[in-house]
């Protein structure tokens, strides 16, 4: 069973940083890929980063969404299934809930989605 679990959100103010982690089981974790995508309140889901995980056919290739460009750092650890997502000089518009997604788009593998982890930027 495809298990996706974050974890990391929290109250930060602006300015600070936060790390989220999603903790993956039941699936080839080497060769997926692995997308965080978030939902402000009220609105649309929004993609906000992606990593090839080393097996992948685009190994090791990370792409970030302009909000996330230069203030975040997706990453994985493949000795323990986790995917992180560093979050530096975060502002109240990165306030949302943040998923975990496993392989987003993709029929062959399996689509998964994580549970979600809130993220809240305010002083």
């Known amino acids: 069973e495809v298990q996706l679990v974050e974890s990391g959100g929290g109250l930060v103010q602006p300015g600070g940083s936060l790390r989220l982690s999603c903790a993956a089981s039941?699936?080839?974790?080497?060769?997926?890929?692995m997308t965080w995508v978030r939902q402000a309140p009220g609105k649309g889901l929004e993609w906000v980063s992606v990593?090839?995980?080393?097996?992948?056919?685009?190994?090791?290739?990370?792409y970030y969404g302009d909000s996330a460009k230069d203030r975040f750092i997706i990453s994985t650890d493949n000795a323990k299934n986790t995917v992180h997502l560093q979050m530096n000089s975060l502002k109240s518009e990165d306030t949302a809930m943040y998923f975990c997604?496993?392989?987003?788009?993709?029929?062959?593998?399996?689509?998964?989605w994580g549970q979600g982890t809130q993220v809240t930027v305010s002083s």
């Open positions: 997604v496993k392989d987003l788009g993709d029929n062959e593998r399996g689509e998964y």
């Open positions: 039941g699936f080839s974790f080497s060769v997926s890929a």
């Open positions: 990593i090839y995980n080393s097996g992948n056919n685009y190994a090791n290739k990370t």
